[in-house]
């Protein structure tokens, strides 16, 4: 009975946390990571601005967490997803579903990177990175199995320009309309295969 407290502090103050990175994606999307302040965050979740620092030690590290997670989360999916899959066409169709599923559902997030990568302090930047080419390494032995005859450069072309293709749906795709997915991933498959 003595965990009960702690387990309860413990989910309340990361379901805080997690609020807390949501309302930022959302705000440093619409406004850009230097106008949002730390009473903008606290009001956004109900809070005051200094309780920010509860969670997070300032809003640079609140960046840095977001992208950092945003980066871990691809990662990990990609890799389970490449784990259970029967052979590299199945993984990379997978692959291809996942992608699209976060771009399209996280929108804010991928702006936020797009925007903001650049402000992420030393380290955190260099995890994030770090992280992406490991997750494009995912994707790219899967296309050199599906396509042996493209050379790394060729690959390494399709690929970058397949992300950007997914990754500017927050900028291009109008929220809400249906069988973006679908198109997006069509699309995706023909850069990558065709």
Do not use: C
């Not at 990175?21 to 965050?41: K, N, P, Q």
């Not at 956004?44 to 945003?70: C, E, I, N, Q, W």
């Not at 390494?156 to 809400?176: D, E, K, Y």
């Amino acid at each position: 009975m003595a965990d009960e407290p702690t387990t309860w502090r413990a989910t309340q103050k990361a379901n805080r946390r997690a609020e807390l990175m949501t309302a930022a994606a959302r705000l440093f999307a619409e406004r850009g990571f230097g106008a949002v302040s730390t009473a903008d965050l606290g009001e956004a979740v109900g809070m005051t601005g200094p309780a920010l620092y509860r969670h997070f030690a300032s809003k640079d590290a609140l960046l840095a967490a977001l992208l950092v997670d945003a980066s871990e989360r691809l990662l990990e999916g990609g890799r389970a997803l490449v784990g259970a899959a029967s052979d590299p066409a199945v993984a990379l169709e997978a692959l291809i579903g996942f992608h699209v599923d976060f771009a399209t559902s996280d929108a804010d997030v991928i702006r936020v990177q797009d925007r903001e990568l650049a402000n992420l302090p030393g380290d955190a930047g260099r995890q994030v990175r770090r992280l992406q080419r490991a997750y494009v390494q995912e994707w790219d032995a899967l296309l050199a199995a599906l396509r042996p005859e493209l050379s790394d450069a060729e690959r390494q072309v399709r690929l970058l320009g397949v992300f950007g293709l997914l990754n500017s749906t927050p900028h291009s795709a109008p929220p809400g309309v249906a069988g973006v997915g679908d198109v997006l991933g069509a699309m995706a498959r023909r850069a990558l295969l065709g």
